[in-house]
């Protein structure tokens, strides 16, 4: 349950680029991933070979590239564990998000929690109250304060985040499906830092809605997915109507086509959708426990060498079972965009600082801006203790 990192990295040609002189080391995936050569080469092969519109021509081109996109469609619902008419290509997580809240009739409040990223946060205020669930000081979610809140309000949806895109926390999301559902509520996880990183499957997750964006998981921008129980899509009115979401137009009406057709109005990120059902082709082939496996391994040694930097301040918890290879931290006094940017100039360390789309989060803790660095499956030992010693080295001297 193991891989070669280094054969892996020959795969990213962007990793051979120097900053300043020095070999770049790039630990901000968490904003977005480097994508390897056969993700890019779909993406040319698509404008060179099978350039066409998808669903609407009955010529060549135009079925070679409605096959491709319902064939990446098929491969991202085998890799979570849903059927083929259950994923919704759109733009990226928060569109997906934004989808649930324009169109699922939620009775009740929205439940969620203070560790959020924002894009999970403010779709829900338009049209429902939002309750937060506290999170401990490390950033754990209170499970005891998740059943009060459950217990004491009239809640229509639970929808959390699995990985914590602050923090790095993961959280409990089975049994946090199984409180919501005992309680009548749906499930929504949002995995936009856990399905890039480890195995997720929708069944074993009992969800009833999934959200994640391509652009973290070595597929291109502008493409990501939303997973939805069959029967939720068919009740669901779509977020947006034009072409290629009906079956029949009149001037007096229309009729939908099919889920999931119907929530995809317009000529999709075709391009995207091909080569982000590449890029899950990739992460298969690896394999997500030997991912997870991996960055587990990263994140330990950078967790350990944190621990020991006095002037560092570590946010979030220490135990790498709860954690992706996401470490955050800080050096107090000194602004947090400065010392990214130092790491980047001195180091080309390539991290990122500010509040990391969870202002709330950040704000909860008193902890203000941190920097925080993001690791994937291409990083490496090496690279973990660079970063290391000279976040240590910094912090001596600035
Ligand atoms: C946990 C989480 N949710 C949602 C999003 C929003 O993703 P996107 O900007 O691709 O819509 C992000 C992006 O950082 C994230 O980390």
Request: aromatic letters at 8%; proline letters at 4%; a negative charge.
């Amino acid at each position: 349950m193991s891989f070669d990192v280094l054969s892996v990295r020959e795969d990213f040609a962007i990793l051979k680029r120097e900053i300043n002189g020095r070999p770049m080391v790039y630990m901000d995936s968490a904003a977005t991933s480097l994508k390897p050569r056969p993700v890019i080469d779909a993406v040319l092969d698509f404008y060179e070979n099978h350039c066409a519109n998808i669903h609407r021509g009955v010529h060549q081109l135009s079925q070679e590239a409605s096959e491709l996109y319902e064939d990446a469609r098929y491969t991202i619902s085998r890799f979570i564990g849903a059927m083929e008419r259950e994923i919704v290509f759109v733009r990226n997580a928060s569109e997906a998000l934004n989808l649930v809240a324009h169109s699922l009739p939620i009775d009740g409040a929205v439940l969620t929690t203070t560790a959020e990223h924002h894009s999970n946060l403010l779709p829900w205020g338009r049209r429902n109250e939002v309750i937060v669930v506290d999170i401990s000081p490390t950033g754990i979610l209170d499970l005891e304060d998740l059943a009060r809140k459950l217990k004491g309000n009239k809640v229509g949806l639970v929808s959390v985040t699995h990985v914590s895109n602050g923090l790095g926390v993961i959280n409990p999301v089975k049994q946090i499906g199984e409180m919501a559902r005992a309680h009548g509520a749906y499930f929504l996880v949002d995995g936009s830092q856990s399905v890039p990183h480890m195995p997720v499957n929708v069944h074993e997750l009992d969800c009833d809605f999934l959200v994640f964006s391509g652009h973290k998981m070595l597929g291109p921008s502008g493409v990501g997915v939303l997973y939805a129980r069959s029967e939720h899509l068919e009740s669901m009115e779509p977020f947006l109507l034009g072409s290629d979401m009906i079956s029949e137009v009149h001037l007096d009406g229309f009729k939908l086509a099919n889920i999931p057709w119907k929530f995809e109005a317009g000529t999709p990120n075709i391009e995207g959708a091909i080569a982000l059902g590449v890029a899950v082709e990739y992460l298969e082939d690896l394999g997500m426990d030997a991912v997870r496996a991996h960055e587990r391994e990263l994140a330990t040694l950078a967790l350990e060498g944190f621990q020991q930097m006095r002037n560092v301040q570590l946010l979030g918890p220490t135990d790498p079972d709860i954690r992706s290879g996401v470490i955050t931290f800080k050096r107090p006094n000194i602004e947090a965009h400065a010392f990214a940017k130092l790491l980047s100039n001195r180091y080309s360390i390539l991290i990122r600082s500010g509040f990391h789309c969870a202002q709330p989060l950040f704000e909860t803790l008193g902890a203000g801006e941190s920097c925080r660095a993001s690791l994937y499956l291409y990083n490496t030992t090496e690279e973990v203790a660079a970063l290391v010693s000279a976040v240590d080295a910094l912090s001596q001297v600035v």
